[in-house]
């Protein structure tokens, strides 16, 4: 669901000053609007059934409208919640065998000042917007919604678990929109083999229209909506009248062809020197397939897939134990996948870029990027007494580097789940089971695990109207050759060689197992929201084979506290103010997090915003797991960061935005100053550019460099050294559109980091309570290596929708990287460099055509 929170990012004095203004101010039950409708039975509008084609172009002058009863009783929800809206919005609905009709009239008064701007589809523009919502089986959970601006730009979505939104969805409809002396008008016509509905008769769907005006900044709804209840689908209103349209049945076929130019260095007479590049040229083909299954059940399928044109991966320097989490950006993986979130567990026994993954054992920068999928298929649908199942199957392909040798086996993966919803929604049960397998050989078995599974149970259930209890509760086994256990054992998720870890290392060991269980509490309501969570995860789970779950062998408790405006006030359109606390043990009770956060965030009535958030951590006596890298407990000394963020108004044609962050800790050692400046700027109503710089310099004075040493003995040597760093990175991004159906896209992204390191120590008394008794000098007055790591990646894809659902792609990529003068930051020389590096480019075209049999 589209969101209305503000910025979320407050020294101690102005977080506490928030918190009891917002008390003083709201009580916890807010009072009716003057104008508000009574909380009553569910709004109802009536479709009509059309026997008459109609002829969409954004006109009301069809037979069926003039039969059609109209709706026009919108309420505020923005700025302000359940207040009359400000110009009046009018719908109509009719249908026929095939098609649900809507039709829909934005009065406004001065309709030269209305928003129109043009982007890609599925974009949003601070314009003028209307939302058409449809909860085909009525089930108060799920909705489809379908979304136009006077440009005639698309977009749409799914609703899922009430609240949460899908974006990936592309849906096959159409509309049309016109500008008048009234306003602005738009008249949808969706196939009803988009909707998902039970078979039967006579139907009832869950039904809503939204409508931003964009220069008031203002959202308006019918049936009133309150976002104070932290609900969506489940307010939408019904539509009834809609009869004898048959079962839906649903086929879409897209097949599809790639040619692809990419760049390949052809290696030298001696290892690492290059004789020169090539330029081969690959072509292949696909399928995509979407069939329904009976009315409740539809079948995503897809072979040899091809994702040429997801934006790559931003540039990061990760000097951290653990892997970096990159956000699923292929259509396939996000797309109808709704089913396997809960908020929380789901997402972290099944992380969809595990599929297809970079192969874990490359070597060489000419060994295949990702595994490739040879196909993949998705089952979800719904039971008739409202459960709801999903079912995913991934096979990848056994993967060779330069040598031959195998760097990522072959690989099969299931993913179940099922869902019962209660009392409406408002109690749930789920649960999830995975499964993966890897074709191992002589190359692999020593290195990664055979075989993983996973189980899951988790549900939730509200009450008052107001509070949830939630929890769940999973186990895990990953099973294994010892050599490949034993590098599980050892690894930065687990660290069993730590010496005063609670679980021992055993190198006989074949397979992981543990369980993680959580429970929470929390007001989720009103001006008021609490909430308490609870987490305790085994030493021995492993969940990273399908997963991405790397805090095990830990205690978990969180409490936060927020309050927040439903009401605009003098000053401010919309605020909040929310207080943290978190503390983590290890399963054996030694403290290993304690973290304090106040913050506070403001949307003014000039439409700035702003947010402060202070932040502090490793209170007490807290202890480092992973500092280090399998060594004992580290004391680690309070660490304080202050973040200040404004953003502009963004119904300019320029929005800038300013981020500002410091933090000091290790008794001062330490520090950190971070600034981002960006701006989103509109040429016209087709163009608009989006540009950031930020630049972060930083000492850390305890950053891990290497342990020395036999393993497992008292001769082990844990060395830390001071690291000063910069950091330098700048990311563009530019949208052209042509048309609602042609678009270019232009994204940029150069990133320069280098560290250099002084005072190498190592670790003598890691829970010494002064800071400089931890540590005594090592190597004999030398210092590591520094690094100066660049790396320049950016994408041009131009997209041409020629036919609904069909699209014509071309990507030019191209990726930089260079490492040289490691340890010195010079930003006009590291750039320079850093694009006299020989580029590594790859030219797409891609063709893909929509049946619908």
Known sequence: MPSSRVPSRVTPRAGLLALLLLTAAAPVRPLPAQGSPAAPAVATARAVRTTAPVQ?????????????????????????????????????????DRTLYVFTRMYDPRPDSIVSLLSRRDVKTPSEWIKVVIDGFHDRRSAMQFMVNPAGVKRDATVFQDVQEDNAWDGVWDVAVRTDSLGWTAEFAIPFSQLRYDDAAALTFGFGVWRDVARFAERDAWPVYRPSRQTFASQLGDLVGIRDIGRNRRLELMPYVVSRNVTQAVPGPTPGTVAGWEHPQQQSAGLDLKAGLGPNVTLDATINPDFGQVEADPAVLNLSAFEVRFEERRPFF????????????????????????????????????????????????????????????????????????????????????????????????????????????DDTAPFLRREAYTALLQGYHRFADRWEVSGYAGRSVARGSRAAIARTQLSSVHYFQRPDHEETFDSARTAM??????????????????ETMTRYA????????????????????RNQLSLVTVRPTRLTRRANAVATTENHWTTGGLPTGATLQLHGAAEFVNFLSASVTYNLSNLGNTLCVSCARGGPLLRVSPYHRVSLTFDGDARRAVTPSVDLRVATGDEGRSWAVQGAVGVLGRVGTRTSLEAQASYERRSDDTQPVRNYGALFSDTVHYTFAALQ???????????????????????????????????????????????PDRYAPWGAGAVPAGFNSKQFNSNAVLRWEYRPGSVLFVVWQQGRADARNPGTFDAGRDLRDLFYTHPDNTLLVKLSYWLNP
């Open 513 to 530: 197992d543990g369980g993680v269980t959580s429970l929470s509490l929390r007001r989720y309501a009103g001006r008021v929201r609490w």
């Open 334 to 441: 996000l797309e109808g996948t709704n089913i396997f979130r809960c908020n929380g567990p789901c997402e972290g026994i099944f992380y969809t870029r595990r599929m297809g993954r970079p192969p874990q054992l490359a070597s060489s920068p000419r060994d295949p990027r990702t595994s490739a999928i040879l196909g993949a298929a998705k089952v979800t649908g719904r039971f008739a007494g409202g459960a709801q199942f999903g079912l995913v199957a991934v096979r990848s392909d056994r993967e060779r580097g330069q040598a031959g040798q195998t760097i990522e086996p072959a690989t099969s993966t299931l993913v179940g789940r099922l869902v019962q919803d209660f009392r409406g929604g408002r109690s749930q049960l789920g649960t999830m089971l995975t499964a993966l397998t890897r074709d191992l050989d």
């Open 56 to 96: 969409l172009d954004g006109r009301d002058d069809d037979p069926v409208w003039r039969a059609a009863p109209v709706t026009d009783e919108f309420f505020q929800f923005t700025p302000a919640e359940a207040v009359p809206a400000r110009f009046r919005t009018a719908f109509q609905v009719a249908y026929d």
């Open 725 to 771: 760093q910069d950091i330098l990175g700048v990311t563009v991004r530019a949208n052209v559109t042509l048309s609602p159906t042609l678009s270019l896209q232009l994204y940029a992204q150069p990133f320069v980091a280098s560290g250099a390191y002084s005072d190498w120590r190592e670790m003598t008394d890691p829970r010494a309570r002064r800071y």
């Open 538 to 557: 085994e030493a021995g789970t492993e969940l990273n084979d399908l997963g991405f779950v790397t805090l095990v062998n830990d205690a978990q408790v």
